[in-house]
């Protein structure tokens, strides 16, 4: 399912950088440019780091390390 129209992020890729260590929506932002045209997908982007939050607590946020999405 798209999240971010604007851009084309489906929900799947953000789970998936999410997974791979990305877990603030400003790098997911950074990331994708999710967020910055209309802000219509914030609410479920934050909704979902915090539903992957609450389901993988042990993966470690990566800090500064470069992250490639596919």
């Known amino acids: 399912?798209?999240?971010c129209v604007c851009k084309a992020v489906t929900d799947s890729q953000i789970l998936t950088a999410i997974e791979n260590?990305?877990?603030?929506?400003?790098?997911?932002?950074?990331?994708f440019g999710i967020g910055k045209d209309c802000g219509k997908c914030n609410k479920e982007v934050i909704a979902l780091l915090e539903r992957r939050a609450a389901l993988v607590q042990s993966l470690p946020c990566a800090s500064?390390?470069?992250?490639t999405i596919i």
């Open 1 to 3: 399912m798209y999240i």
């Open 21 to 31: 260590g990305v877990c603030t929506r400003k790098k997911l932002t950074h990331c």
């Open 64 to 67: 500064n390390q470069p992250i």
